[in-house]
């Protein structure tokens, strides 16, 4: 009896010290942990819970402003401008989010091929994405000029009147599509990481069974690869719904020619850092984070029909 007591006694104290080891050890995770937590809260989850309050008021940085209600998001259901920002922005994901994929997967696939310096074309396709936006601004806003632009200059040297670009309202967000396209090597390096993946086996067993370049792509390259695009799916979704920069840069932020410009980011930060209409703005940023989240969710959804993963 008395060793059984003992044996219940010294199994007792270790599960003790195992206890005060373990709250020594998670208190010490937490002391490293906390000027990353601190930040999180103080820079992240105080504004956002601040802007949700704010969307709410008339608050404008030099005041405080008072309640409002609903009338913020009712005041830009009414504002044609609004209206006009959301449809610049849907058109430029509209197109550009697929043509991003269709020319990154094509761009990569060449770049996988088995030739002599490619390392160098890798580099090359890739540089673009070094270039920051507001000097690429400048930089397109001389190759797209109408009138002395490089552009409309090689075009009216085979005969061909270059359209306005830029300065056209019909032109302005092909234009910007086509500027935004140049730098989707942060995509392409994507998707090479993606085809290097793959392994060979699965083309090895393509060529047995006589299977042409065109149906090994189909069959074996891009179902293999759509984890990849799935993610720059969702990754260029978000992007094109906070597309800024460069419109900015090239309007001035006037979003001309005829509001065809103005980004639904554009109009958020004139009425928040303009006008001062910071209830105005903090609506807008959440009807934003509920169209992103919106799509995102559909896309999550939807992934579970065209998504493969290796091993499934």
């Not at 006694?9 to 937590?37: C, E, M, Q, Y």
């Not at 090359?124 to 806003?141: G, K, R, S």
Request: aromatic share 18%.
């Amino acid at each position: 009896m008395a060793k059984l007591v003992d044996q219940a006694h010294a199994n007792i104290v270790p599960a003790a010290d195992k206890r005060r080891s373990f709250h020594r050890t998670n208190w010490t995770g937490w002391l490293f942990a906390s000027p990353w937590a601190l930040g999180l809260l103080c820079f992240y989850a105080v504004p956002i819970l601040m802007s949700i309050y704010f969307s709410f008021t008339t608050y404008s940085i030099l005041q405080p402003g008072e309640y409002v209600g609903l009338t913020n998001y009712i005041d830009l259901f009414r504002d044609p401008l609004f209206w006009k920002s959301i449809y610049n922005t849907v058109y430029f994901a509209v197109f550009f989010v697929p043509l991003s994929i269709f020319f990154g997967v094509a761009l990569a696939m060449m770049l996988n091929m088995k030739v002599k310096g490619m390392a160098v074309y890798r580099t090359i396709y890739f540089l673009p994405t070094l270039v920051p936006q507001v000097a690429m601004a400048v930089l397109w806003m001389w190759l797209l000029h109408p009138n002395f632009g490089l552009v409309n200059g090689m075009l009216s040297a085979i005969g061909i009147d270059g359209p306005p670009w830029l300065s056209g309202e019909a032109w302005s967000k092909p234009s910007l599509i086509l500027m935004s396209l140049w730098g989707i090597g942060h995509a392409v390096v994507i998707y090479l990481a993606g085809l290097g993946d793959i392994p060979d086996e699965y083309y090895e067993a393509a060529e047995i069974d006589g299977a042409s370049w065109l149906q090994k792509t189909k069959s074996v390259t891009l179902p293999l690869l759509t984890p990849v695009i799935f993610y720059n799916l969702v990754m260029g979704t978000i992007g094109a719904f906070q597309q800024f920069t460069l419109p900015y840069t090239m309007t001035k932020g006037q979003g001309t020619p005829a509001n065809s410009m103005t980004f639904y980011v554009m109009y958020l930060y004139e009425n928040g850092f303009k006008y001062f209409k910071m209830g105005y703005a903090s609506a807008m940023a959440w009807i934003l984070f509920v169209i992103v989240m919106g799509l995102t969710a559909v896309i999550f959804v939807t992934s579970k029909r065209w998504v493969h993963y290796q091993g499934k």
